[in-house]
């Protein structure tokens, strides 16, 4: 069955550090998620880009945030400059159709520790 | 801003009963809404879904269940077998104008041998 890949599967980095975490969508999946889960709480919504653009964003993606397609088959999220509590699983997902009602496919995620 | 609450954060079952998972939402404008299983050290997998149109959506063992007028969701597995032990996420978003899943704290399901 198709999956959605990332990697690393865990990443530790210093406070003020750039990492970028990536994803390997399905292959003719042409939405694009990423989504975070702070340890003990709720997954929540980063972001979704479609035609190589953000389509949507939430309140937490901010300017330290963004997410390329840097070709036909990656989808990074960039954190420019770590802070502790960026900590997180990070999980991307991808989807056939944007509308939200079609389910989307997750990968395993990415554990970002921020020490 | 919890618009999806799931209040159990954890149920136990003995293997072969109902497992009940309840979800409870706030915004009257969700007319989707989605059940995601999660194991350990891997990614929420989609596993049923229903349109506010419906207030019943089976596949196999599971059942979802929607009652609009009290806001509130619910997952069914019958019966419950040990490999369903997970965290449980229900989600909920419109059918369109987003692209975003508003998603609940999850209850994690142990089901007893």
């Known amino acids: 069955e198709p999956e959605v890949t990332q990697t690393p599967s865990h990443q530790v980095t210093q406070m003020g550090q750039e990492v970028i975490l990536r994803c390997v969508p399905i292959s003719n999946h042409l939405y694009f998620y990423w989504y975070r889960q702070i340890l003990g709480q709720k997954v929540e919504f980063l972001v979704s880009f479609y035609n190589n653009e953000i389509s949507e964003k939430s309140e937490i993606f901010d300017d330290q945030f963004s997410v390329e397609r840097p070709d036909g088959s990656n989808f990074t999220l960039k954190i420019r400059s770590t802070k502790l509590e960026d900590s997180a699983m990070y999980f991307c997902?991808?989807?056939?159709?944007?509308?939200?009602?079609?389910?989307?496919?997750f990968g395993s995620g990415t554990r970002l520790t921020v020490v | 801003d919890q618009q999806v609450k799931q209040n159990s954060p954890s149920l136990s079952v003995q293997e072969g009963r109902i497992s009940i998972l309840n979800c409870d939402y706030t915004?009257?404008?969700?007319?989707?809404f989605l059940w995601y299983k999660k194991y350990p050290a891997e990614g929420p997998t989609f596993l049923i879904s229903?349109?506010?149109?419906?207030d019943k959506n089976e596949d196999g063992r599971f059942t979802v269940f929607l009652n609009k007028s009290a806001k509130h969701l619910s997952l069914h597995i019958v019966p419950s077998q040990p490999g369903d032990s997970a965290v449980y996420f229900c989600?909920?978003?419109?059918?369109?104008?987003?692209?975003?899943?508003?998603f609940g704290t999850g209850t994690r399901l142990k089901v007893l041998a």
């Open positions: 915004n009257s404008m969700f007319d989707y």
């Open positions: 989600a909920a978003t419109l059918a369109s104008g987003t692209y975003k899943y508003i």
């Open positions: 229903i349109s506010s149109i419906k």
């Open positions: 997902a991808s989807s056939q159709t944007g509308q939200g009602a079609g389910g989307y496919t």
